[in-house]
T-cell receptor, first 109, second 115 residues
Framework: GQNIDQPTEMTATEGAIVQINCTYQ??????LFWYQQHAGEAPTFLSY??LDGLEEKGRFSSFLSRSKGYSYLLLKELQMKDSASYLC??????????WGAGTKLIIKP | ETGVTQTPRHLVMGMTNKKSLKCEQH?????MYWYKQSAKKPLELMFV???????ENNSVPSRFSPECPNSSHLFLHLHTLQPEDSALYLC??????????????FGPGTRLTVT
């Protein structure tokens, strides 16, 4: 079956760095997405990786290892507004997104 | 502002009621989606429309009935729902579901409570 695993909840301190991991098992693979969802709001796109390696976008970076079926989202210089759920989703061979349950990130001052 | 709007934002309905959820996208996209989001569960894809044609129906019960009159509007008609159908219903749109880098743009969702 197809499956995405990510931690349910993480806590970090303002100004620190946090890494949110995601492992996936899919029928074929066409890339991995990260979305951010603040409570009561729409998910918003953060990143898309299809090749191995690290992609950096400001304070946020996303890493992919296709051979390990593994990705992580790295958030630097954490701000209170980064408190949100982070959703990992893998695109399978039918171009269907397989979603994880999301990681709720709590930022403490 | 994501360019995808949904109404109503909140809905409480009894199990015998009939109601409809509405989604509109202002992005010129060709594909639209309905998702169900329950607490601590992955997003569940319900329906996909591409150029107004339904391309996915993920074994959704018939008490949920989608309608896509044009590529900018998507409805979800609800009737005789069950309490377990209470969830956040998200609409999304994208340019082309056949593209690998197919970023989806989400609406804010309708919080549905079935009593």
């Amino acid at each position: 079956g197809q499956n995405i695993d990510q931690p349910t909840e993480m806590t970090a301190t303002e100004g620190a760095i946090v890494q949110i991991n995601c492992t996936y098992q899919t029928s074929g693979f066409n890339g991995l997405f990260w979305y951010q969802q603040h409570a009561g709001e729409a998910p918003t796109f953060l990143s898309y990786n299809v090749l191995d390696g690290l992609e950096e976008k400001g304070r946020f970076s996303s890493f992919l290892s296709r051979s390990k079926g593994y990705s992580y989202l790295l958030l630097k210089e954490l701000q209170m507004k980064d408190s949100a759920s982070y959703l990992c989703a893998a695109l399978d061979s039918n171009y269907q997104l397989i979603w994880g349950a999301g990681t709720k990130l709590i930022i403490k001052p | 502002e994501t360019g995808v709007t949904q109404t109503p934002r909140h809905l409480v309905m009894g199990m015998t009621n009939k109601k409809s959820l509405k989604c509109e996208q202002h992005l010129g996209h060709n594909a639209m989606y309905w998702y169900k989001q329950s607490a601590k569960k992955p997003l569940e894809l319900m329906f996909v429309y591409n150029f107004k044609e339904q391309t996915e129906n993920n074994s959704v019960p018939s008490r949920f009935s989608p309608e896509c009159p044009n590529s900018s509007h998507l409805f979800l008609h609800l009737h005789t729902l069950q309490p377990e159908d209470s969830a956040l219903y998200l609409c999304a749109s994208s340019q082309d579901p056949g593209l690998a880098s197919n970023e989806q743009y989400f609406g804010p969702g309708t919080r549905l409570t079935v009593t």
